[in-house]
């Protein structure tokens, strides 16, 4: 550096010199004017060579500062006056604003529109708008900021530190100014204010209420939804699919998305895969567990209402890509049938099209022992129809190399300010997302269902039952949501599309109840196998609008939502084997014409549309009564909804006396055999149609509300009202799948259409920080369209058919009261009772009307069920321990833990004749209860988070205890899932200044699977005097032999009958642990 | 802005890459089977060690004892066209038997064969006859379980009482020793058997010779102290007969797998017929 003398500011530009250049660099002119002014000048060789501009300056009278600016012209360079030196240096970068956003309400949790938000240190402002939220462009620095609205006391917080390009969350919550005009203004810190909003919503919601936010969502390495529902209160998921609330079993929850219902992804089941939605798009998830008279559906467990952002607080362009590793999935062969060139794109490539239309339906009009004179439709036909079906390549299980789970996200989000408070504004977000898994799950035993019981003999290790379940997964997800923002005026709308490619290749090894192992003929296991690829199409598009005119609030949606979800060429397969004097082989079974049902081996197509129409309007009216503030709010809603389910099943099969060698013919050529030049002796597709194989419902579901909402003295809320609300189903064509139901009929009629559904919810907070509350609502629980079709098909999972008998509303009277203290920012200790009284709730039961000790799992409403439990909640900061180690105040605890016992009062379906010799049906009602299905007594979640500035650390642990799975008349019916502990734990880190964020999430790190057992009959005997006693109920004639009970017991090996004696395994399943690294990169 | 296209496109291409090494139709789980030739033979008798037996480098089964062709081992399964079978020791892995069958061979008989733990022969080598002499060598197996024993003729005295729940009442027993002593693990010389001469204590008592084993140390029957249980089928001579006999009986006191101790026993003159 060089520094010189006698240069001052004016001297610049009155000193004239005489300057000639000629494409100079800019050293060597500076040091010319150096030279000509006499003035010292401070260079930096390092910086002037960063820049190659050559100067050309042809001048007899120039101002020294007018050539020095010619000189650093189009540079980043400057020059300045230090000490009568001219120091030539670096530009200072212009700092990019920062934001400060967030959502301005009054101390009951009611969005303030028109509140105003100030900068003390530089005047500016911004108005809230419509639903509250405010948006402030600051450059960075640390402010204060002031937060007014009439009548409300005006809250000052100090030390809001705005960062470059980044937003600052700041909710505010101001108190109602009791004393008139008088100007009050609290003073809080940032940091205080900033954390304790995390619970302000819960706090001043006005049913009870658990959730999590935008914020507490990114201080969590969650990338889905699925992953981020567990760390609420009470809630608890499996596979991320199904939710289960307060222990109360997934049919009576139910999911929201921007306020519209979400379909269930599976036919038979209610299910819906929350890791669609990226967590990067969640504006928060609320749960609520009680229910006020504007919900539009009705609950018992919980109503989980996922939110996504429409309009951002800033621009954001941010991509993400992780990979996961499952230790049970990673170096082992992952079986499957023949895959399509584009499976991992989502897509068919046209592979599984087998299922042309107007097939031919043979079913008495063709038998190929019999000659064209003889058949209806002749052999020319059957050929033809081979041909147009194609051929059996894709058929047979087969070795693939598992591939890591992938995953990549784009999403964009844009904000356009049409005003200078940036109150009005537009914006959009959107977000691409891809993401394949392959799955391995091994089930080292299935005893359930259609398989055998117990081994032959006790001490038999290899008379087992086992096999693996793969999953390949690839979704793709596209969402698209944009908004339109004033102060008085917001318009959203969501749209979200999603293709689900996801194919379950189940394959088990072992023996049949039907044919246990034994040393002649079953001496070696059979191999059933089942393929599902299943392509869904889920596509929902919502707008919806909130005004607010005066004193009105005007809310109304409209949307529309369609899953279309098709199994294309779903195979069922069974190997028999082969003993050889050089090994065991083993050999696809093909039907036979005189097969009832399916057969052996059949491929399948299931196709099910489901098209939903829901809109709803309401109006709130806000006055006041003195000093008190009320609330009438009023409205409509309407949800129609339209299912198709069809179903073909193409059975391969062979005449009776064909010699076709299929021992010595692999699978994939069978196709090759079904020319029927030689009729007797070719295969060929044998479709069997007793029935339209058609189903197709519609439902209307609509209703209309009443609220009222007093703010009656300080810290009293009452909301109250009624809501009437009307459902019927219709099924207009309802086929029964199996050849057995042809003649059954279903039983589903509502008791009536219109229900009429009160609520109330008391809020009494009789000190700060404290709530006090107490509800109680009615709430109906609708059954699924699919639930009363006649349709059933085999679960491999369960090993049984899976069936229904008519299933009607559940009415559910909720009793609640809850305790909540807010002892610190962030931080919540609570406790709540509910009571809840079931009408008709419907059950998953195992049936065996047909006694053939197999039985089939069927859904039907039980009379009553009473549930009651408690629930506690704690999350506290670590502060308080130790003043001295400053990072525990970024470390919280956090547990919950829910009790609950449930009663059922079930009832058994009977069927006879009345009095006029019609055929009737009642109930035979049982004197014992018993627990609820679904039912899980004992869940707890406890867990530690640090949330640093750059690291992260979490670790938790889940347990869940005895659930009843299924349920029955008997124990030995009923199916337990045994308790389990899952413990995962993430760590995150933010590099680049807050730009890139890794996380790795290990998941089920003790590998724990999950287990399921009956109570075997071998546990229980019959009490003395009961022998010989008919149409005893079990709990009469039977009781637990000692050392027994209804939990489980392992038991032992009797060593005189060589059987065991003890509880039925009836499935485990373990999943592995996975491990997952994601990154991501926000620009 | 140039970074940020490049970071997009990179994450764009990226899946591309990964998905582009995917499979599609995978490697088939089960093998073609080109022919089953259904008539394959294998038979023998194995003491002393255990017999492995490989086809294709793959171990399937294990022989002890007896070895016959059971009704679904007669066949071989040919996903080539030829199956190397070998017989290997257990306790060396020494190869002692190589065969090789051909898809086109109309039968695959593997000659009988006996392995005495040392040495494999094909087939089993017993004397001859002489005149009308009986005379049969013993081979007691050595398991955990077995003890030396005595080997005798007993004939039972009875009469018939079809008043009584068991109508046989034996009322005497006559012994006659035919091997005292016999070690587990190694065949006896060939011993004379002689004809059993008895007369009933009275004219309405019948006879029966039985051929049993006893402990040789407890002198209780062999298996479950029972004595119906410890019979062996072993030939005995009677007054006249001709011509002779030789017999080799090979026992072996077993559990069944339903945890009743019984008594195997083979007459291997009977398994190598000449």
């Given at each position: ?1045 209804e939990k489980f017991e392992e038991g032992y090996t009797d060593q005189v009958t060589n059987r065991l004696v003890g509880d039925r395994q009836t499935a485990t399943r373990y999943t592995g642990r996975t491990f997952s690294l994601s990154l991501s990169y926000n620009f | 802005m140039i970074k940020k296209i490049r970071i997009i496109y990179l994450a764009t291409i990226l899946p591309v890459l ?257």
């Amino acid at each position: 550096m060089l520094l010189a003398d006698s240069a001052k500011g004016q001297n610049l530009d009155k000193l004239k010199i005489v300057l000639h250049l000629n494409k100079s660099g800019i050293k060597e002119s500076l040091l010319a004017v150096e030279k000509q002014s006499k003035i010292r000048f401070s260079l930096s060789d390092d910086l002037l060579t960063k820049y190659t501009k050559s100067v050309t300056i042809d001048a007899e009278d120039i101002s020294v500062r007018k050539a020095i600016d010619l000189i650093l012209n189009q540079t980043n360079l400057r020059h300045r006056i230090l000490n009568n030196f001219v120091l030539i240096e670096t530009k200072p970068v212009q700092a990019k604003p920062g934001h400060v956003s967030g959502k301005i309400v009054d101390d009951k949790g009611e969005t303030l529109p028109g509140a105003s938000v100030k900068v003390v240190e530089t005047g500016a402002g911004a108005q809230a708008g419509v639903d509250g939220g405010y948006i402030l462009n600051l450059q960075p620095g640390t402010y204060t900021l002031e937060f007014s609205y009439i009548s409300f006391q005006s809250h000052r917080i100090t030390g809001v530190m705005v960062t470059e390009a980044k937003n600052t969350p700041l909710n505010i919550s101001l108190k109602t100014d009791s004393k008139g005009l008088k100007e009050v203004v609290v003073v809080s810190s940032y940091r205080r204010a900033s954390v304790a909003s995390l619970y302000a919503q819960q706090k001043n919601a006005s049913n009870l209420s658990d959730g999590i936010s935008a914020e507490q969502i990114g201080a969590t390495p969650d990338k889905h939804v699925g992953e981020t529902l567990k760390r609420i209160t009470g809630v608890s998921t499996n596979d991320n699919r199904k939710v289960v609330i307060r222990g109360i079993a997934e049919r009576y929850n139910v999911s929201l998305l921007n306020g519209s219902a979400l379909p269930s992804t599976d036919v038979q089941e209610r299910d819906f895969e929350f890791n669609l939605i990226p967590t990067n798009l969640v504006e928060n998830i609320v749960v609520a567990k009680s229910i006020t008279a504007d919900m539009p559906y009705g609950f018992a467990g919980g109503l989980v209402m996922i939110t996504t952002k429409s309009v951002p607080e800033n621009n954001f362009v941010s991509i993400s890509a992780g990979s996961s590793y499952n230790s049970r999935t990673i170096g082992k062969d992952f079986l499957g049938y023949g895959r399509g060139k584009y499976d991992y794109l989502g897509f068919d490539d046209g592979g599984r099209d087998h299922f042309p239309d107007g097939m031919l339906n043979l079913v008495g009009k063709f038998d190929p022992t019999k000659d064209d004179s003889q058949n209806e439709i002749t052999a020319a036909q059957v050929a033809e129809q081979n041909k147009r079906i194609g051929g059996t390549e894709r058929l047979g299980a087969r070795r693939f190399k598992p591939v890591s789970s992938q995953n990549y996200q784009l999403s964009l989000g844009r904000t356009y300010s049409l005003d200078s408070t940036k109150v009005r504004r537009l914006g959009f977000i959107g977000s691409l997302s891809y993401r394949n898994t392959q799955t391995n799950d091994y089930v080292s035993s299935i005893r359930r269902g259609d398989w055998a019981r117990e081994p032959t003999r006790g001490d038999d290790l290899t008379d087992k039952n086992s096999g693996n379940i793969y999953g390949f997964n690839t979704t793709l997800g596209l969402m698209l949501n944009g908004g339109y923002k004033t102060e008085k005026h917001q318009i959203n709308s969501y749209n979200l599309y999603t293709r689900i490619f996801d194919n379950q290749f189940s394959r088990f090894t072992g023996w049949t109840f039907e044919n246990p192992k034994n040393d002649d003929n079953m001496k070696f296991p059979k191999i059933l196998e089942d393929e599902r690829p299943k392509f869904t199409d889920l596509l929902q598009n919502k707008v919806s609008g909130t005004h607010r005119v005066n004193s009105f609030t005007f809310e109304w949606g409209l949307a529309r939502t369609t899953i279309k979800s098709v199994e294309r060429d779903a195979i069922s397969a069974e190997q028999g084997f082969r003993e050889t004097a050089n090994g065991v082989f083993y050999i696809y079974s093909i039907g036979n014409i005189s097969d009832p049902g399916a057969g052996p081996l059949h491929r399948d197509e299931y196709l099910y549309k489901e098209d939903n129409l829901d809109a709803l309007f309401s109006a709130a009216y806000d006055f006041k009564l003195g000093k008190t503030r009320h609330t009438l709010k009023a409205g409509t809603n309407y949800l129609k909804k339209h299912a198709f389910y069809d179903w073909q099943i193409l059975p391969i099969a062979m005449g009776r006396n064909s010699t076709v060698p299929i021992e010595l013919l692999p699978i994939q050529e069978w196709g090759n055999y079904m020319s029927m030049e030689n009729t007797g002796n070719s295969l060929f597709y044998y479709k069997q149609d007793y029935t339209l194989n058609k189903f197709e419902a519609k439902s209307l579901n609509k209703g209309a509300f009443v609220m009222l909402d007093h703010k009656l003295l300080p810290g009293l809320r009452m909301v109250w009202g009624g809501r009437a609300e009307y459902f019927k189903l219709d099924t207009i064509v309802n086929s029964a799948s199996k050849l057995a139901d042809k003649n059954s009929q279903i039983f589903f009629a509502e008791k009536k259409d219109w229900y009429f559904l009160p609520s109330a919810n008391l809020t009494y907070s009789p000190i700060k920080d404290l709530n006090l509350r107490a509800s109680y609502a009615k709430a109906a629980v609708r059954p699924g369209m699919m639930e009363n079709s006649r349709f059933s098909r085999f679960n491999p999972n369960y090993g049984s058919v899976v069936r229904s008998n008519g299933v009607s509303s559940t009415l559910i009277d909720n009793y609640d009261a809850k305790i909540e203290l807010f002892p610190g920012a962030g931080e919540i200790l609570s406790a709540a009772y509910f009571y809840k009284y079931f009408d008709k709730p419907a059950e998953y039961y195992r049936l065996d009307n047909e006694n053939n000790g197999r039985g089939y799992i069927t859904i039907s409403n039980s009379d009553w069920a009473k549930v009651r439990g408690w629930e506690f909640e704690l999350r506290k900061n670590l502060n308080f321990l130790y003043d001295g180690a400053s990072f525990l105040k970024d470390v919280y605890v956090s547990g919950n833990l829910t009790l609950q016992k449930s009663k059922v009062r079930a009832r058994e379906i009977q069927y006879g004749k009345s009095s006029d010799g019609l055929d009737s049906m009642y109930y035979k009602y049982l004197k014992y209860p018993r627990a609820l299905y679904g039912q899980v007594p004992l869940l707890y979640n406890a867990g530690i988070q640090y949330a640093g500035k750059k690291l992260g650390l979490n670790a938790s642990l889940n347990h869940a205890g005895y659930k009843t799975f299924i349920t029955g008349i008997s124990p030995n019916y009923v199916e337990y899932e045994r308790p389990r502990t899952q413990m995962d734990a993430q760590v995150s880190y933010i590099f680049f200044k807050g730009k890139m964020q890794t996380k790795l999430n290990m998941s089920n790190l003790l590998d724990a699977p999950f287990r399921y057992f009956i109570n075997d009959p071998t546990t229980f005997e019959i009490k003395p005097g009961n022998e010989g006693e008919l149409n005893l109920e079990w709990n009469e004639a039977y009781a637990y032999k000692f050392g027994f009970s209804e939990k489980f017991e392992e038991g032992y090996t009797d060593q005189v009958t060589n059987r065991l004696v003890g509880d039925r395994q009836t499935a485990t399943r373990y999943t592995g642990r996975t491990f997952s690294l994601s990154l991501s990169y926000n620009f | 802005m140039i970074k940020k296209i490049r970071i997009i496109y990179l994450a764009t291409i990226l899946p591309v890459l990964l998905l582009s090494a995917c499979e599609k139709d995978g490697t088939p789980m089960l093998p073609a089977i080109k022919a089953f030739n259904e008539n394959f033979n294998i038979s023998g008798f194995v003491i002393g060690d255990t017999i492995v037996q490989y086809f294709d480098n793959v171990k399937i089964r294990e022989y002890y004892g007896q070895v016959r062709t059971v009704r679904t081992g007669n066949q071989l399964a040919f996903t080539t066209d030829e199956i190397n079978m070998e017989l290997k020791r257990k306790s060396t892995g020494e190869t002692i038997y190589r065969q090789t069958f051909n898809i086109n061979d109309k039968q695959s008989i593997v000659p009988p064969f006996y392995f005495d733990g040392l040495k494999f022969n094909e087939g089993y080598a017993y004397p001859v006859p002489k005149e009308n002499e009986y005379t049969a060598n013993f081979y007691v197996e050595s398991n955990g379980s077995s003890a030396p024993v005595d080997i005798n003729i007993e004939v039972l005295e009875y009469y018939e009482d079809s008043t009584k729940p068991d109508p046989i009442v034996v009322v005497h027993t006559t012994t006659i020793p035919l091997a005292e002593n016999v070690q587990p693990g190694s065949w006896t010389p060939y011993l004379k058997i002689p004809v059993p001469m008895v007369i009933p204590e009275q004219d309405d008592h019948y006879l029966y010779p039985i051929v049993v084993v006893r402990d040789s140390k407890t002198k209780d029957y062999y298996i479950s102290k029972n004595r119906d249980m410890s019979v062996i089928s072993l030939e005995i001579p009677y007054d006249g007969v001709s011509p002779g006999k030789v017999q080799s009986i090979y026992l072996n006191r077993k559990t069944s797998i339903e945890k009743v101790t019984y008594l195997e026993s083979f007459d291997l003159v009977q398994l190598f017929p000449r």
